[in-house]
């Protein structure tokens, strides 16, 4: 970088890459423990994967991560410390399952009109969530399976264990639902870490009891916002991060027109977002191998405003789960109010990557028509609409989080962690709990933030 | 509501049902549980202790709990009646399952196994 077109120049303690929950968390732990904090934002707005706008009357739309649940500690006690309140995510009513082109209505988190059916899922989930309990959280490659685990994909698991068509369905929208990939896709060792990541299956497809089980008032991306505000100028947006050196003497980071000289410095980012930085010297190979294999899961979340919930008068929850739609799932995402009725639906994993490039009002088609069947007439005819493509965010580059397929975790799952010179990393895929979640977002923040205080002379 | 006595008898009736079920067996195989049942309008309370797939009930609260199932005397009847689907949204909001995900997770699956097998019936 030619010294001539530096504009901005900052001095700190730690520097952290990414002003996302992780990268906010950190900061906050360092600026509460009397260190010097700055942080580099690519994107003109912090939050990363929290994304809050606000509809025409002020109703805040998450375009991003919003629940939170049971067992989600840390994101929980932030928000207190932040003020920020929370209400149940609306669960009352039939949900609508379509499955081999029958529709049925049913009432909680598994669907139950064919009780066969229904008997062999909730055996196959207790199966899975026992297998899980067997990975080691903070080491998964060290499982006693491991080796046989990550070897192979959900999918191949599924067709040699479950026999009825309707409860691979169910295990593929699963999948969908969490990871917006398809089971094909997925490294079953990462899939049963990441399930005992959240302590079960039955608490990440939950509602209530589970993770979708309650949201925030003001959106989401309020808790980032709230932080980066108290942070003030140590703040630095539009700063994408180019080049990344290191010494003896610290790092230096160059952003366009912006450098930041620190001791240590956090990247507060997904993995393969971690490999567009230049390095210098270069990352240690298995680092940068384990980069080039962590991609991100494919989603579009698209929401719909109506002037009330008219659903709700049907006896609907609004929640459907359909294997026959590019818009497979949805809930009700409306305000406790219920004024206006939004619904909220997905297109995750293959629907993701058909759709993400597509034409919009192509697309807006295809979500309405949808939602027509599912609901009747008046959810083709929206008063507001918003849609968020993940991958097509650079920034991002998909979403929910980057995953493990087969052989990731067994190769290089202890370099996800183990800092490299005076890089630490953060982000919600290093974290043990709540893996791909705010919560683990906020928990990496938190470890990456000590380690680096620990190391800080 | 429901009184204690017919509380204990649907509990009784409900255990009854869970020893006849090999799928229920299989999945509590492994599981050892102390679970805590409490009615929150009635004060009746009940002790289940699942050991190996062995499932005993006693009237009154374990020393120590593993889990603690509480809920109105209505909503736990009309479950150990099989009534009433135990993963409906109601239920999972009416009944509060304290204890640890694990023993949750297996409560859970033992209680629709009980209810979607009554179902078939």
């Known amino acids: ?457 | 509501m429901a009184t204690p006595d017919e509380l204990r008898a649907a509990l009784d009736d409900y255990i009854a049902e869970a020893r006849k079920i090999a799928r229920v067996q299989k999945a509590l195989h492994g599981w050892h549980c102390v679970i805590a049942i409490e009615a929150i309008d009635n004060a009746a309370s009940f002790t289940l202790t699942i050991k190996g797939a062995e499932v005993a009930v006693a009237t009154g609260s374990p020393a120590t709990a593993d889990v603690i199932l509480r809920g109105t005397s209505e909503d736990l009847a009309n479950i150990f009646w099989c009534d009433a689907n135990p993963a409906s949204n109601y239920m999972q909001g009416a009944i509060k399952i304290l204890g640890s995900p694990d023993d949750s997770m297996r409560l859970d699956a033992m209680a629709l196994m009980i209810y979607l097998e009554t179902q078939q019936a």
Not at chain 1, 186 to 202: D, K, Q, R
Not at chain 1, 220 to 231: E, K, S, Y
Not at chain 1, 243 to 260: E, N, P
């Open chain 1, 1 to 457: 970088m030619d010294p001539a077109d530096i504009i901005e120049e900052h001095v700190a303690d730690v520097a952290i890459i990414g002003a996302g929950l992780a990268g906010l968390m950190a900061a906050r732990v360092i600026a509460a423990a009397g260190r010097s904090v700055v942080v580099l934002e690519a994107r003109g707005r912090v939050g990363g994967k929290t994304y809050t706008r606000l509809a025409a009357d002020g109703t805040p739309i998450d375009l991003g991560g919003q629940w939170i649940g049971p067992t989600q500690d840390h994101i929980e006690a932030l928000a207190l410390d932040l003020g920020l309140k929370t209400f149940p995510t609306y669960d009352t009513g039939e949900n609508i399952e379509i499955r081999q082109g029958e529709r049925h209505q049913y009432t909680g988190a598994i669907p139950t009109a064919d009780p066969q059916v229904a008997m062999a899922t909730v055996e196959m989930l207790l199966e899975l969530n026992l297998m899980a309990q067997q990975v080691p959280l903070a080491t998964p490659w060290t499982a006693h399976d491991a080796a046989s685990w990550d070897a192979q994909t959900v999918q191949h698991w599924m067709e040699s264990h479950v026999q009825d068509s309707a409860v691979r369905i169910l295990l593929t929208q699963v999948v969908r639902a969490v990871f917006s990939v398809e089971p094909r896709d997925l490294s079953l060792l990462h899939f049963l870490f990441y399930v005992h990541s959240a302590g079960n299956l039955n608490q990440l497809v939950s509602v209530t009891r589970g993770a979708q089980e309650r949201r925030f008032y003001e959106g989401a991306q309020t808790l980032a916002n709230r932080i980066a505000d108290a942070l003030g100028d140590r703040v630095l947006l539009d700063a994408p991060v180019r080049m990344i050196s290191q010494d003896d003497m610290g790092v230096r980071i160059d952003a366009g027109d912006t450098l930041v000289t620190a001791q240590r410095a956090i990247l507060a980012m997904a993995p393969t977002l971690a490999g567009r930085i230049r390095y210098h010297p270069p990352l240690p190979a298995r680092r940068d191998q384990l980069t080039q294999r962590m991609p991100m899961g494919t989603v579009i979340k698209v929401q719909c405003l109506y002037p009330t919930a008219f659903w709700r008068a049907a006896g609907l929850s609004g929640q459907v789960l359909s294997d026959e739609d590019a818009l497979g799932l949805t809930f009700d995402n409306s305000p406790p109010s219920g004024q206006p009725g939004i619904l909220l639906g997905f297109m995750e994993g293959d629907a993701g990557r058909q759709w993400s490039d597509s034409d919009p009002a192509t697309r807006r088609a295809l979500v309405l028509t949808t939602l027509e069947k599912f609901f009747g007439p008046a959810a083709a005819i929206p008063t507001e609409y918003f849609e968020q493509i993940w991958a097509r965010e650079e920034f991002s580059r998909g979403g929910y989080a980057g995953f493990m397929p087969p052989g990731v975790w067994t190769s290089f799952g202890a370099d996800l962690l183990t800092p490299c010179g005076r890089l630490h990393w953060a982000g919600t895929e290093t974290s043990p709990i709540w893996n791909g979640y705010m919560e683990g977002a906020i928990r990496s923040g938190e470890r990456a933030a000590d380690e680096v205080l620990a190391a800080l002379t």
